[in-house]
């Protein structure tokens, strides 16, 4: 298990750039599998989330080759197994998006049940709805999932939640049916129009509709080239570098990154009090006065990102007053809570009063149990006291770190493998901005 040491109270200064996004560069080497030529990433993050991805594209007959140090080539002239592996594939929340090129080259695919963070269940059964719809047969056993296909036929379908990674699987699958598909209510994420660019340029034919960016309309095509495509920068990484200088009362340039990508944050923090410089390429972000309060409700794009909260969790723990956070997206995603209280945060965990959870709520309502907390008081500002932490959450691994990094004194987080799964060298870069941090990897 390894383990972060944190001597906590630097203010962080300097610059730093952004990676690939965690959330396209592993769905990008999948779509890569959809065509039999070659395919050039760039901007490939060096995480542990692509390295599952790479092996489970490996077992399935594809070859990848490191040419520099974020830039890889996928090959796969012949799909030569249908069958995700079990155990790396429970490690991934997404693998049964290699359900994509699989149906598409060989008519079948069976993926392991979806693992990953713990957060809810994961809404497949819109997939399943979809599949049927394109006449994708689905057999769910207790470990894993059968799809098969004679022919993928055009449909238009109606998502009655937007579902990002579900809006990315039928993405690539519908590329190849015989006529037109039309997604309605699609999610709008950065990183599903990064895909489509990337399909595009191996021929595919997707759009957005001009009217209404909740639409894509996909023309099928019979087969799709290699090509080279750059991943978009992670965005999730913007806001933890910038939460990251703000809780610290410090300042920071943030390079390679696209302010259009986190625009609700951005204009979030402007609110609080921050300053805030947008470049073409870049972001300034500046503690220069004590922060205000807010409330905040997560959702889909281009609301709140949820998987920004935990980490924004941190840094409402130094405004003034009490702010609020409401979760729709996930039933139960408040678990680093617990981490900031054993720091000193006066939170309270509280259920909003609303009209119609069933539209209100992004989960479906089976996912949620009397137990879960859809929102959360944080009182400030609060001088963390430093502690001792083990975590099992990329998400709550990494909001941790940032309170550790807040409070003075020596903090020490086990389990910082869960960080690695979303985060290159997150210490290694936060100890550039002048953060005192000891990594020990085991």
Same mark, same amino acid.
């Given at each position: 298990m390894s383990r972060y040491i944190i001597t906590g109270g630097n203010q962080l200064h300097g610059e730093v750039s952004i990676r690939g996004a965690k959330n396209a560069s592993y769905k990008q080497i999948i779509a890569a599998l959809l065509s039999d030529q070659t395919t050039q990433l760039t901007n490939v993050p060096k995480i542990s989330d692509v390295k599952i991805t790479e092996s489970i594209a490996k077992s399935v007959g594809a070859t990848i080759e490191y040419c520099g140090e974020h830039c890889l080539e996928i090959s796969a002239p012949k799909i030569t197994n249908s069958i995700v592996p079990v155990g790396t594939g429970e490690k991934s929340r997404t693998s049964f998006m290699f359900s994509a090129p699989l149906l598409v080259r060989t008519g079948s695919a069976i993926v392991p049940i979806p693992g990953g963070d713990k957060f809810g269940i994961r809404p497949l059964d819109r997939l399943f709805d979809w599949f049927k719809q394109m006449g994708i047969s689905t057999e769910i056993s207790e470990n894993q999932i059968k799809f098969n296909t004679d022919k993928i036929k055009p449909t238009?379908? *109606?998502?009655?939640? /937007?579902?990002?990674?579900?809006?990315?699987?039928i993405l690539m699958t519908a590329a190849f049916a015989d006529g037109q598909t039309i997604l309605d209510n699609a999610a709008q994420e950065p990183e599903i129009d990064d895909l489509i660019l990337m399909l595009n340029s191996m021929g595919a034919k997707i759009i957005r509709n001009p009217q209404n960016q909740k639409q894509i309309i996909i023309d099928g095509v019979k087969s799709l080239n290699g090509t080279h495509h750059q991943v978009i920068c992670d965005r999730n990484e913007i806001v933890t570098f910038a939460c990251a200088a703000l809780a610290t009362k410090g300042s920071i340039n943030i390079l390679r990154s696209d302010p259009k990508t986190v625009q609700t944050f951005l204009d979030t923090i402007e609110k609080m009090g921050a300053k805030v410089v947008p470049g073409k390429d870049e972001i300034t972000v500046s503690w220069v006065q004590p922060l205000k309060n807010i409330d905040v409700t *997560?959702?889909?794009? /281009?609301?709140?990102?949820?998987?920004?909260?935990?980490?924004f969790s941190v840094l409402l723990t130094q405004t003034v007053g009490c702010s609020s956070i409401i979760e729709r997206v996930y039933p139960s995603r408040f678990q680093h809570i617990e981490n900031l209280k054993k720091m000193g945060v006066k939170a309270v965990l509280f259920n909003p009063e609303i009209?119609?959870?069933e539209t209100f709520y992004q989960f479906n309502p089976e996912s949620d149990r009397p137990e879960f907390f859809h929102g959360v008081k944080i009182y400030g500002p609060t001088k963390l006291k430093p502690a001792n932490f083990t975590i099992n959450d990329l998400r709550a691994g990494a909001s941790t770190t940032l309170a550790a990094l807040t409070a003075e004194g020596t903090s020490i987080i086990d389990g910082v493998e869960f960080i690695e799964r979303g985060y290159e060298k997150l210490a290694e870069r936060l100890c550039y901005l002048g953060a005192n941090i000891e990594y020990i990897k085991t």
């Amino acid at each position: 298990m390894s383990r972060y040491i944190i001597t906590g109270g630097n203010q962080l200064h300097g610059e730093v750039s952004i990676r690939g996004a965690k959330n396209a560069s592993y769905k990008q080497i999948i779509a890569a599998l959809l065509s039999d030529q070659t395919t050039q990433l760039t901007n490939v993050p060096k995480i542990s989330d692509v390295k599952i991805t790479e092996s489970i594209a490996k077992s399935v007959g594809a070859t990848i080759e490191y040419c520099g140090e974020h830039c890889l080539e996928i090959s796969a002239p012949k799909i030569t197994n249908s069958i995700v592996p079990v155990g790396t594939g429970e490690k991934s929340r997404t693998s049964f998006m290699f359900s994509a090129p699989l149906l598409v080259r060989t008519g079948s695919a069976i993926v392991p049940i979806p693992g990953g963070d713990k957060f809810g269940i994961r809404p497949l059964d819109r997939l399943f709805d979809w599949f049927k719809q394109m006449g994708i047969s689905t057999e769910i056993s207790e470990n894993q999932i059968k799809f098969n296909t004679d022919k993928i036929k055009p449909t238009h379908y *109606t998502f009655n939640k /937007p579902s990002h990674t579900v809006t990315e699987t039928i993405l690539m699958t519908a590329a190849f049916a015989d006529g037109q598909t039309i997604l309605d209510n699609a999610a709008q994420e950065p990183e599903i129009d990064d895909l489509i660019l990337m399909l595009n340029s191996m021929g595919a034919k997707i759009i957005r509709n001009p009217q209404n960016q909740k639409q894509i309309i996909i023309d099928g095509v019979k087969s799709l080239n290699g090509t080279h495509h750059q991943v978009i920068c992670d965005r999730n990484e913007i806001v933890t570098f910038a939460c990251a200088a703000l809780a610290t009362k410090g300042s920071i340039n943030i390079l390679r990154s696209d302010p259009k990508t986190v625009q609700t944050f951005l204009d979030t923090i402007e609110k609080m009090g921050a300053k805030v410089v947008p470049g073409k390429d870049e972001i300034t972000v500046s503690w220069v006065q004590p922060l205000k309060n807010i409330d905040v409700t *997560t959702g889909p794009e /281009p609301e709140f990102m949820t998987d920004w909260q935990a980490i924004f969790s941190v840094l409402l723990t130094q405004t003034v007053g009490c702010s609020s956070i409401i979760e729709r997206v996930y039933p139960s995603r408040f678990q680093h809570i617990e981490n900031l209280k054993k720091m000193g945060v006066k939170a309270v965990l509280f259920n909003p009063e609303i009209d119609n959870s069933e539209t209100f709520y992004q989960f479906n309502p089976e996912s949620d149990r009397p137990e879960f907390f859809h929102g959360v008081k944080i009182y400030g500002p609060t001088k963390l006291k430093p502690a001792n932490f083990t975590i099992n959450d990329l998400r709550a691994g990494a909001s941790t770190t940032l309170a550790a990094l807040t409070a003075e004194g020596t903090s020490i987080i086990d389990g910082v493998e869960f960080i690695e799964r979303g985060y290159e060298k997150l210490a290694e870069r936060l100890c550039y901005l002048g953060a005192n941090i000891e990594y020990i990897k085991t």
